[in-house]
C-alpha cells in the first residue's frame, strides 16, 4: 500500500539552481495537489491538477510550475531556486471532490535552499 | 479572506486524559470541515470531515463537533495515548470542496 510518494525526502540547493519533485500516486487518482507547509502558517496550495494534462494555479504558484504528463505523477519544478522556497512540499491527490474529497498525502519533501 | 484559527497553539496533557481542540473559522460559502493528524515528519492523515448538515462525527477516541452557526468546531480526545502525540489541522473547505483553507494546527504532546 505505498498511497502517495514523494521524492526526494530532503534536498540542499542553492540560489538559482533548478530541481523536480516527484509525486506518484497509485490509488488511480483524478485530483492532485502540490502544497508547502511553513512555521507557524497552514499549508498553502501551490497547484492542482483535475487530471491527467491538466494543471491549475493555487494560491501560491509564483516560480513554481507542474505538469501532470500521466496520470499517477504530478511534478513540481522550481526553475531557480530562492531562499524563500525553502520549506517542506506536500504532494495530495484525491479521488473525488467536493464535500467528500478526502485528500492523501505524501510523506513531504523538505527543501532548504542556500 | 478564508481564515482558520486554532487554539491553543500547543498543549501538553497527561496520558490517559482527555482534551478538547478548537478550531474557528470565516469560510464561505461553506462546504465542509475536516480534521487532520500530522505526525512528526509525515503527511497529514484524515479523520473526520463534517457537512454543514452534520454536528458530530466518531473515529475510535477522536469526536469532532461542527456548529455552523457561530463557525466553531472542536475535536475532543478521549483517554489519550502517547500515540497521540501530534500536530491537530483544522480544514475548512469553501465553493465546490477542492480548495481547502488549513489552521496553524494545535502541536498535542502526551505525557507519561
Known amino acids: 500500500n505505498a498511497g502517495v510518494t514523494q521524492t526526494p525526502k530532503f534536498r540542499v540547493l542553492k540560489t538559482g539552481q533548478s530541481m523536480t519533485l516527484l509525486c506518484a500516486q497509485d490509488?488511480?487518482?483524478?485530483?492532485m495537489y502540490w502544497y508547502r507547509q511553513d512555521p507557524g502558517m497552514g499549508l498553502r496550495l501551490i497547484h492542482y491538477s483535475v487530471g491527467e494534462g491538466t494543471t491549475a494555479k493555487g494560491e501560491v504558484p509564483d516560480g513554481y510550475n507542474v505538469s501532470r504528463l500521466k496520470k499517477q505523477n504530478f511534478l513540481l519544478g522550481l526553475e531557480s531556486a530562492a531562499p524563500s522556497q525553502t520549506s517542506v512540499y506536500f504532494c495530495?491527490?484525491?479521488?473525488?471532490?467536493?464535500?467528500?474529497?478526502?485528500?492523501?498525502f505524501g510523506a513531504g519533501t523538505r527543501l532548504s535552499v542556500l | 479572506k478564508n481564515q482558520v484559527e486554532q487554539s491553543p497553539q500547543s498543549l501538553i496533557i497527561l496520558e490517559g486524559k482527555n482534551c478538547t481542540l478548537q478550531?474557528?473559522?470565516?469560510?464561505?460559502?461553506?462546504?465542509?470541515l475536516r480534521w487532520y493528524k500530522q505526525d512528526t515528519g509525515r503527511g497529514p492523515v484524515s479523520l473526520t470531515i463534517?457537512?454543514?448538515?452534520?454536528n458530530t462525527k466518531s473515529n475510535g477516541r477522536y469526536t469532532a463537533t461542527l456548529d455552523a452557526d457561530t463557525k466553531q468546531s472542536s475535536l475532543h480526545i478521549t483517554a489519550s495515548q502517547l500515540s497521540d502525540s501530534a500536530s491537530y489541522i483544522c480544514?475548512?473547505?469553501?465553493?465546490?470542496?477542492?480548495?481547502?483553507?488549513f489552521g496553524t494546527g494545535t502541536q498535542l504532546k502526551v505525557e507519561l
Open positions: 490509488m488511480n487518482h483524478e485530483y
Open positions: 463534517m457537512t454543514f448538515s452534520e
Open positions: 478550531c474557528n473559522y470565516t469560510v464561505s460559502p461553506f462546504s465542509n
Open positions: 495530495a491527490s484525491s479521488y473525488l471532490t467536493g464535500a467528500k474529497n478526502i485528500q492523501y
Open positions: 480544514v475548512v473547505s469553501a465553493g465546490g470542496g477542492n480548495k481547502l483553507t
